[in-house]
């Protein structure tokens, strides 16, 4: 049996919030339940209409670890809708979706809630390995003069020598490698220069500030903390930025030899994004109206120390298996993880050799027109809750297309350990 579409009928999203090396004003779940709230209470049904709630979330805080039952029962949708959590790294609420339209192909499901969050700037700081051996052998000591003499071994340097458990998580364990020095790898590869990656980073925040002005965010909705402030807009966004500024940044990941900067990668963000997703059966129970269909997804897998180019292992089967070329595609959603990640895909793409031992195709496969490519910025400027992203890409892309009174979209992302995911969806004016 082939894909079989789903709709898409609504969806919403949170601000992203920029991390500033503390935790932000909100937890994963009140990111979430602000979004979902604000998107059912302009629904048809109820949340206890749902059949499943399916988050995405790469980094739930140890008190909501199966954070999408927890986000379920704070919206209401009741004890006897199901809720559950899915990982994929970067493309996680990718994965929510993805999961949501394998079971509403299969009947198990009609109306589904399916999305991502992160709140990344509430990620742990853990104790070190030898930090915890001590706290082992205080805990094993019974007498005061034992306690005394272990005592008399902690060293100041375990106490303020924390393990950042989001460095952790940014770092693959396989080959050892964060995520930015893979996108050095990228850079050294193809030949992408500073300047590129500068120029591009300035074109996302840019795309984003004339987004903001034209109307074109209406995905987002205000969030309002405890003490009444209001956060209406993604706050990384940078209407001054510019190749000046960025070049005066310093390689991050590479500090010798590199050309990644803080400014030519995503930001560490805070956000939720939801979508609804509808089989016909729920579409005219409803009579629900919706935005559009995905009618295609694919999943891919590489080798991890070149993980940025995932998006074009996995957006190439769902051109071909459509009969489409890159530039049959009205707009295109690449999430922006690095500057020099995204300008790779491209290469890649135009690359004969490339094609050719990567992608077992003849030649080249084509060039992506720029100005369809992430019209609205992207993760450089709009920041990155890796949980949220995936999501996100997928519910601009249908505003997007409606917007432009375009009818064919793909959204596609690269995912941390090796892989890429991508959804081809239809705009329904």
């Known amino acids: 049996m082939g894909f079989q579409p789903v709709y898409v009928v609504d969806g919403a999203r949170t601000p992203f919030l920029k991390g500033r090396n503390a935790p932000g004003p909100f937890s994963a779940s009140d990111l979430a339940v602000q979004a979902g709230r604000a998107l059912l209470i302009r629904q048809s049904f109820s949340a206890s209409d749902f059949d499943e709630v399916i988050l995405g979330c790469a980094s739930p805080s140890p ?41 509403i192909q299969n009947g198990r499901s009609q109306l589904v809630l399916a999305g991502g969050v992160d709140a990344l700037s509430h990620a742990a700081l853990l104790y070190s390995e030898a930090m915890v051996r001590w706290f082992a052998q205080m805990m094993q000591a019974r007498t005061l003069s034992e306690k005394a003499a272990v005592f008399a071994k902690l060293r100041p340097a375990q106490l303020l020598s924390p393990v950042i458990a989001l460095l952790k998580g940014l ?14 790898n990228l850079a050294w590869r193809f030949g992408i220069s500073r300047h590129d990656m500068d120029q591009f980073s300035v074109g996302s925040h840019q795309r984003a ?64 994004a939801w979508l609804i997703l509808a089989s016909q059966a729920a579409v005219d129970k409803w009579r629900l109206e919706p935005l559009g269909r995905i009618t295609d997804s694919q999943w ?3 080798d991890p120390a070149q993980m940025g180019l995932g998006p074009v292992h996995a957006a190439t089967p769902i051109l071909q298996r459509n009969g489409l070329a890159l530039d049959d595609v009205d707009l295109w959603e690449i999430n922006e993880a690095f500057a020099a990640q995204v300008l790779g895909c491209l290469t890649a793409w135009e690359s004969d050799t490339y094609c050719r031992e990567q992608l077992d195709l003849p030649a080249a496969f084509g060039s992506l027109p720029r100005a369809r490519l992430n019209v609205d910025g992207g993760a450089v400027a709009v920041g990155h809750p890796v949980g949220a992203s995936g999501a996100r890409i997928v519910l601009h ?14 959204a596609a992302i690269c995912i941390g350990g090796g892989q890429g995911g991508a959804m081809l969806v239809e705009s329904i004016s």
């Open 300 to 302: 891919a897998a590489l």
């Open 209 to 272: 500030v004339a987004a903001r002005a034209a109307g074109h965010l209406g995905e987002i909705v205000p969030l309002l903390d405890t003490q009444g402030t209001v956060y209406g807009e993604d706050d990384g966004v940078r209407a001054d930025s510019n190749l000046a500024a960025l070049s005066k940044l310093k390689p991050f990941f590479d500090r010798r030899y590199g050309r990644v900067t803080p400014g030519n990668s995503s930001q560490i963000s805070d956000g939720a």
């Open 397 to 410: 892309l249908l505003l997007a297309l409606r917007a432009a009174k375009a009818r064919r979209g793909v």
């Open 63 to 103: 008190d909501e670890v199966n954070i999408g039952r927890v986000v379920a029962l704070r919206l209401g949708c009741g004890h006897k809708v199901p809720a559950w959590t899915v990982m994929r790294n970067c493309a996680s609420g990718m994965q929510a979706l993805d999961s949501a339209i394998a079971n």
């Open 171 to 184: 770092t693959d364990p396989n080959i050892g490698l964060l995520m930015g020095q893979t996108a050095e």
